[in-house]
């Protein structure tokens, strides 16, 4: 079985090795630049961990690995024009760097890339693994709409929110996980575990990130805390503490979220005291927690032997761990 | 044999038939409407039209023309945020009804569900199929960043401006035929002289588009004359002005391209005069004639019987009549 790492290894030589040098510069020297920036790759790794799981032999699984990772960075990329990002792991984001009419083409270049790294699957396999990729790039377009459209509303729900965040990012975790499966000559039933635990996980891993922007360690996180508070951003835990929040307590929150003017410093800690009084820290916890309990629980009935499921529980063992 | 009218009422109310009552409505409205504003479907008619010289059952090759025009109005729609355009065939843009965020979002879902429509072909086409598609993609794209390119350039050849409407525009339309051919059930050879032909009258084409801006009828033109001169687009025309013209003539003509301040209709006068003293209307009806010409060459080597050629012919020369 290969390890987490050793499949990264893979991956990033991988990528290194792409034939990116080709004309005109200006559309793939972005291109470079998008997939030079690093990143911890856990999309293709989970594709191959997830493969391996099935097959020893992973080595048809490595290029649908790499379209997966194109495919995620192309998302990136557009949604960093978006967003106004102007950073992306710590670096200047591609319509930054270079300029938005670049970026966007260069992004639809990456998408367009990212397809023609699963075509050389198996012709009996290929319809399904080229169906599964569509589909999921297409609800990743939804959830990126649905998080538009939540910039400008007040009254988003938890559901709404769980739906939006399901579409946007863990419907590609489940789908790596599924890929690697079919590759792998997994059978319909444990395919389609695989793609439920990845969706627990992706919803897992994103209330994370919500959490880590509030409770999170600066040194281990490594980004800044109290973004999301800062920008007002409809995470979990600000979804949740406009549900719990009664009379005095919720009018103190909501007229926090209109001030335009407010010291950084003091907004955050205002904002996580209301958090604290409502104990928005063990719901989301719980909460988390759940998505990966889940996970767990759906990778016991796979059908293979345990010793196999291993790399992929040491991940979401390791992943739970950040928060606590 | 189908004619291209009762292929462009198929191609019309399949489109119409789409499901794109989808939610989020802020992604598929833009869908819609970019989709429901018209256009000759060219592309999608010239894929039936091949398919038909070689089979009768044209019914599996109308998805992948459905697949065909979506992304090329997908290709529009990020065009026209990259140029600016305001208005499209008379209406106003995607970004400019919407806005760029959603224009770009729209345009990802778009490029995304035209693959899709590609899925279904028979297995031991399919791999072929979504390799021309796929690389035609990329050319275009790339063909889009050589046309930005250019913007800024005072010294492209003409050599560097036919590369660059051969991937921009041609190998769209070479590849509808080519893809036309496949799913019929055409052998090597024919697919790729279809290929050819098609690039033939995709590169004929746009230079009677640059042609007609100058020498056009408005009333059959459809759009107001003289714009690409008013904005100094390097067309075939400009380009050959350029390489053609000599001391005072030279002079004159780029002093006109350096005035920022001016009257359209007399620039667009001194420009012609100019066009007129140095032949290049002949000059551009020349080169046209080549390419259809061409196209008509290949043609004749196709090894079906003439009249099922009959259809694409009288089409190539109703596109070359628009010039004279």
């Known amino acids: 079985m290969y390890s987490f790492g050793s499949l990264q290894e893979i991956v990033n030589s991988e990528i290194n090795c792409l034939d990116l040098n080709k004309t005109p510069d200006e559309l793939y ?12 790759r856990i999309r293709p790794v989970l594709l191959l961990l997830a493969c391996n799981m099935f097959s020893e032999d992973i080595s048809k699984a490595i290029r649908p690995s790499l379209g997966l990772e194109i495919f995620h960075n192309f998302t990136l990329l557009h949604d960093d024009i978006m967003d106004n990002a102007s950073l992306r792991r710590n670096q200047p984001t591609v319509h930054t760097k270079y300029n938005t009419d670049i970026a966007l083409l260069s992004g639809d270049a990456m998408m367009i890339m990212a397809y023609s790294y699963f075509f050389d699957c198996e012709e009996n396999i290929l319809p399904e693994v080229l169906k599964t990729f569509n589909q999921t790039a297409l609800q990743i377009c939804e959830g990126q709409q649905y ?7 007040d009254d988003v729900t938890i559901d709404e929110y769980l739906y939006m965040i399901e579409l946007k990012t863990s419907v590609l975790i489940g789908s790596a996980l599924k890929l690697g499966a079919i590759i792998g000559g997994a059978g319909d039933k444990d395919t389609q575990l695989l793609y439920d635990t990845g969706k627990n996980i992706g919803l897992g891993f994103q209330l994370q990130d919500d959490y880590l922007d509030v409770y999170g360690d600066v040194k281990v996180f490594g980004k800044s805390i109290g973004g999301d508070i800062v920008s007002n951003k409809k995470t979990y835990l600000l979804i949740k503490a406009l549900e719990l929040a009664k009379g005095k307590t919720y009018n103190h929150l909501t007229n926090m979220l209109k001030k335009d003017e407010f010291v950084p410093e003091e907004k955050i800690s205002a904002v996580r005291s209301v958090y604290d009084e409502l104990d928005i820290m063990d719901h989301t916890r719980e909460q988390i927690s759940e998505y990966f309990n889940s996970a767990l629980r759906l990778m016991e009935q796979i059908s293979v032997k345990e010793e196999r499921k291993d790399e992929l529980l040491k991940l979401i063992k390791k992943l739970l761990v950040r928060v606590y």
């Open 147 to 153: 998080d538009m459209n939540f910039e400008s509303r």
């Open 29 to 40: 020297g972005p291109v470079r630049y998008a997939l030079s920036a690093g990143g911890k």
